[in-house]
């Protein structure tokens, strides 16, 4: 009886090409179900049963990206972990009933795509997403990249720079007219540090409109920077990190600059935080820090106020995208070539 106990225990299945044994299924039912429990005890009831998926369905596909990318069935399992429990991913599905889930998840379904060589499906629904938010702009620039280290072909590009250039004249025309002041938002970017008053009288704050392009510029500088360099992706695991880690860079540089953001900005980057963390385990902190930030943001958002002042919470970003800067230029050889030059 024992004997047979410990085959079933430890016995592998096989279900197509996923493989699994019967301790990693249980664990899986178990966070499924300790996730669902964490989303219904709270006073809006049930909650969407679309966001609900959503979130559920992002959880699998990050993990199917981590499985595909590492070969590795315990980073997979941990990567549905994390996210199913995520103080951030409750918050914006259950208690906001934001539709931020629902763009994760079809960026992660995108990168699937990539990962796949379907580069079109990657660039459709990418586009998809440019033409909805402009909070997605980070996506753009990221291609760029990718379309310099041929990873993306010309006419790729051209479809994405259509939808991100639509998207920003349609921003910008709603802003100019919105009337909006920057205290009504809780994504903490650069204007918890510069100040976030209004120009009274005027229909668009000047301060914020100076930031829509300085994000544009700043994000076309970092571009020019990278396409110096060259890459040295050599395998899947490898490609899928710098694709992530020029996502998690352009996006959080576009929306440390960007006015108008709120605080479902950061649950997407919160998300590629921890798929991030799976294929470079050394860098905890980058997750960790990018967390407490997020976090942070839905915490003002409930509360009215933060667990510390916003810039802190600001500065803490700086640093982040300091540092996912300086190693995209390590990783492009940028400092090398500087070498060579002098």
Known sequence: MDDKLRELLFKEFHIKSCRFDFLEALLFICITGVG???????????????????????????????????????????????????????????????????????????????????????????????????????????????????????????????????RFMAAYHAWLGAGYTLDT?????????????????????????????????????????CSLGKSCETDASNEMYACLHLLLFFGLLAGYLLPYMDQSYGYLYGILGVLYFMLS???????????????????????????MPGAVFAAIQFLLILWLGVRLLQEAKIFDLCRQKS
């Not at 979130?55 to 981590?66: M, P």
């Not at 315990?74 to 914006?92: D, F, N, Q, S, W």
């Not at 009288?201 to 544009?216: H, K, R, S």
Request: aromatic share 12%.
């Open 36 to 166: 669902y429990l964490l989303r219904t005890p709270f006073e809006a009831g049930i909650p969407s049963w679309i966001f609900l998926l959503a979130e559920w369905y992002t959880a699998l596909a990050a993990a199917v990206l981590i499985r595909r990318a590492t070969k590795s069935r315990k980073r997979a399992l941990g990567t549905y972990a994390i996210l199913m429990i995520l103080p951030t991913t409750v918050a914006e599905g259950t208690i906001l009933r934001g539709n931020g889930c629902v763009g994760a998840l079809l960026l992660i379904c995108a990168l699937l795509f990539l990962q796949q060589k379907k580069r079109w499906l990657f660039v459709l629904i990418s586009a998809l997403l440019l033409l909805w938010s402009v909070k997605y702009i980070g996506i753009l620039f990221a291609c760029m990249v990718l379309w310099q280290r041929e990873r993306l072909k010309s006419e790729h590009l051209l479809v994405l720079l259509l939808a991100g250039g639509a």
């Open 185 to 225: 938002f809780h994504w903490f970017n650069i204007y918890e540090i510069v100040g976030k008053e209004a120009v009274q009288g005027q229909l668009i704050d000047p301060g914020a409109l100076v930031g829509l392009f300085l994000a544009l510029g700043g994000a076309a500088l970092a571009v020019y920077v």
């Open 281 to 307: 385990v050394k860098e905890f902190f980058v997750p960790m820090l990018l967390q407490i930030v997020v976090y942070g943001g839905y915490q003002e958002c409930f509360n009215g106020v933060s667990m």
